[in-house]
Structure formats: structure tokens, C-alpha cells
């Protein structure tokens, strides 16, 4: 029997209109139309006013193609670079049905620059998607499938922002979201701890029956993320606090931990097992929130392996990743035991779809399981091209 093999592997780097514009943590943008990057006070990383991707084809000599998504918000050209320039060649030639061996070869070409980390790490996903993508075509099987099994068939999920400029129009939004049967709402904010306090009680009178969380941006020091937590504990009826601190300050969310019963999340900002692990084992984290679109399948797998071995539940991250990284995290949320939810972010939906031939079915209620081969999703490749064309 011949062994299927990489034929060719393209990127396409696409950067897509936000219908809504950008609006910021403090749900106000000074300038309608931004013309590019930009940090929007008081979060400290840069912003793209667009949805910006990288999308990875890989294709084999039969013709049979998988498609990946790295998050890639900003600059999506540098790991496009890193999957021509570094990983493409090794991938040439390669059987894709390899997927952990081909993906540890990956992984070790640049072992002593980063090769974990930022740009390399997004590259990294976007391929290992692809793979298991372009696997589970081969095989006729879907991804989930290939990963085990699913424990559920519908991937429960939390509405992810209100996005409104004041808190009338926040609460307004929570009152509608209910309407439609929404249990729970994350809020983005960060804005100081007596303004999240004050929204949270504005949503909270205006849809008294949604369970809450917050994001907090990593915008607070320990003091005032205590002083936030312990505020929305007296609030009641608020299932997590993420990404209080820096993202890179694991003592302080270890200290913070201790000082309140709310569950702090995170998760967004690592790519690895390898980072999720201390975090685990000094208890510093009550839910990890891996994107696939940074960790890759593989990775998000191991990740939420750990976790559940520590006890500490599941809530894949998704921001602005499109159709493709929406649906390997639906395939990884049915495969994890331990899952809490799913994030919906209901914009980037919209938009993600539009690179598919058909939407994924599912929305604030969640997600049925893709049951195609694969991701069980079909890209549409000429409104591909023609959007990287565009970009």
C-alpha cells in the first residue's frame, strides 16, 4: 500500500473587516476607522482593527488537502513565514497520518530559538491542525474520533462580551442575551475595580438569572485583583475570574488563588504543556483556558490531560480565530473529559464563517460536533485566495 505524502503546503495570510469596528475594554474607540495596530488603553498589547489570520493548506500527492488556523491577531505574515521558510521543507514529502512524530521533528528544528513559544508556537498549531485534518480526511474519519472518542455530542458554551459603551447598553445586551435563554456571560473589562464592580452590577440586575465571569486583561497587581475578586464573590453568581494579573506573574496568581474561592483562569497567552504545568502543580490556576489556534490539537489535548490530572476543568479560549480554528476547538472540547465550556464570541463567528462553505451549526445554546471527515468542514477556497489577494 502507498504511503500518502505532503505534496505542497501554502499559507494564506487573510485580514478581514470587523462589521462591528474595534471596541476597546472600555467599550469606546476614539478613532472610527483605526488605520492599524494600536494598544487600547488600559490593555497593553497591540490590537488589530481587522480579524487577521493565517490559514495553512497542506496537500497530498493524491490531491487530498487539510486545512489549519493559527491565532495570529497581529502580523500573521511572521508565522506564515516560519511554515515556508522552516517547517515546509520537512513537511515536503512527509507522511501527514505521523501526526505527534512529524509534529516532534517540527518542533525540535529550532529546539534552542523558541521553538515552543510565540510566532514558532503559531506556526506550530496551525500545522498540527492541518494534519489532523488532512488525517482524518485520509482515514474518512472525523478528528474527534482520531483523538479517542467524544464524550458529548453538544459542546456547551458562554456568550464572550456586551460589547456596549456604557453600562445601560451592557446591561441592555444581558437582558436580551437572556431573553434568548442564555445561562452565562463573560464581561471584558479591567477598567478599575470599583467600574468592574459597578458593571457587573448593572448586568447583574438586568439579567439576575445569567451566571457571570470576568476578564480582567491582566491589567491588575495582586492588591487590587484581591480586592476584585472578593468583590465579585460578594456579588455571587460568578463562575471565574480571568487573566487578573500578568500573564507571566505565576506567584502572584498562586497568592491570589489563595485569597478567594472564585476560580482564576488562564490560559490564552500559553502554547504548551510545558507552561500549563507549574501553573498546575502550585495551584495558581482553577481553569485552564488553552486556544487551539495557539497550542495546536496535539498540545491541547496534553493540556487538558494535565489538568485533569490535577483536577482543574477545561473552557477552550477562542477569540478571532475563523472557521477553521472554531471548528478544532469544538473537535478538542468534545475529546476533553473534563470540559467546562466553550467560549462563543458571537462577531468572530459571523465572520469565520464566511471562509466556509457552509456554517458550523451552533451558537449561544453551543455547538453540535462536526461529524465530517476531519475537522468536518469544507474551506472555500476560491473566497480564500480571493481574501489573501485582498490582504
Not at 99 to 113: I, N, S, Y
Not at 219 to 235: E, I, K, N, Q, S
Not at 289 to 303: H, K, L, N, S, W
Amino acid at each position: 500500500m502507498t504511503r500518502p505524502r505532503i505534496a505542497a503546503v501554502d499559507c494564506f495570510v487573510l485580514k478581514l473587516p470587523n462589521p462591528e469596528r474595534y471596541l476597546g475594554p472600555t467599550d469606546e474607540s476614539s478613532d472610527p476607522d483605526p488605520p492599524g495596530y494600536a494598544v487600547r488603553p488600559p490593555w497593553r498589547s497591540l490590537y488589530s482593527p481587522r480579524f487577521e489570520t493565517l490559514l495553512v493548506r497542506l496537500t497530498t500527492e493524491s490531491g487530498v488537502s487539510g486545512w489549519g488556523e493559527a491565532l495570529a491577531p497581529v502580523a500573521p505574515e511572521v508565522p506564515a513565514e516560519v511554515v515556508r521558510r522552516l517547517l515546509a521543507p520537512t513537511l515536503v514529502g512527509a507522511d501527514p497520518r505521523r501526526v505527534r512524530p512529524l509534529g516532534a521533528r517540527l518542533r525540535d528544528l529550532m529546539r534552542e530559538r523558541g521553538h515552543l513559544g510565540g510566532h514558532q508556537g503559531d506556526a506550530l498549531a496551525a500545522v498540527d491542525i492541518a494534519l489532523w485534518d488532512l488525517t482524518g480526511r485520509l482515514a474518512g474519519l472525523p478528528v474527534h474520533e482520531l483523538l479517542g472518542g467524544a464524550f458529548r455530542e453538544h459542546v456547551p458554551t458562554y456568550v464572550s462580551g456586551l460589547p456596549k459603551r456604557d453600562d445601560a447598553g451592557r446591561a441592555a445586551l444581558a437582558a436580551e442575551w437572556a431573553a434568548k435563554g442564555v445561562e452565562r456571560i463573560k464581561l471584558h473589562l479591567g477598567k478599575g475595580v470599583a467600574a468592574d464592580l459597578a458593571t457587573m452590577d448593572a448586568v447583574r440586575a438586568a439579567a439576575p438569572q445569567v451566571r457571570f465571569a470576568v476578564d480582567a486583561h491582566w491589567t491588575y497587581d495582586l492588591a487590587a485583583a484581591t480586592r476584585l475578586a472578593r468583590g465579585l464573590t460578594a456579588l455571587g453568581g460568578i463562575e471565574f475570574l480571568e487573566a487578573p494579573l500578568a500573564p507571566e506573574d505565576l506567584a502572584g496568581h498562586a497568592d491570589l488563588a489563595r485569597r478567594t474561592d472564585l476560580p482564576v483562569a488562564v490560559g490564552e497567552a500559553m502554547r504548551h504543556r510545558y507552561e500549563f504545568l507549574p501553573w498546575l502543580r502550585q495551584r495558581a490556576v482553577g481553569l485552564v483556558q488553552p486556544d487551539v489556534a495557539r497550542t495546536g490539537i496535539t498540545e491541547a489535548m496534553a493540556i487538558a490531560e494535565l489538568a485533569g490530572a490535577h483536577h482543574v476543568p477545561t473552557a477552550p479560549h477562542h477569540s478571532v480565530g475563523l472557521g477553521v480554528a472554531l471548528a478544532a476547538g469544538l473537535h478538542v472540547s468534545a475529546a476533553v473529559e473534563n470540559l467546562s465550556s466553550f467560549e462563543y464570541q458571537p462577531t468572530t463567528t459571523d465572520v469565520g464563517q464566511r471562509i466556509l462553505t457552509a456554517p458550523l451549526p451552533g451558537g449561544p445554546d453551543g455547538f453540535a460536533v462536526p461529524a465530517g471527515p476531519g475537522l468536518g468542514v469544507e474551506v472555500d477556497v476560491a473566497t480564500v485566495s480571493a481574501l489573501a489577494e485582498e490582504s
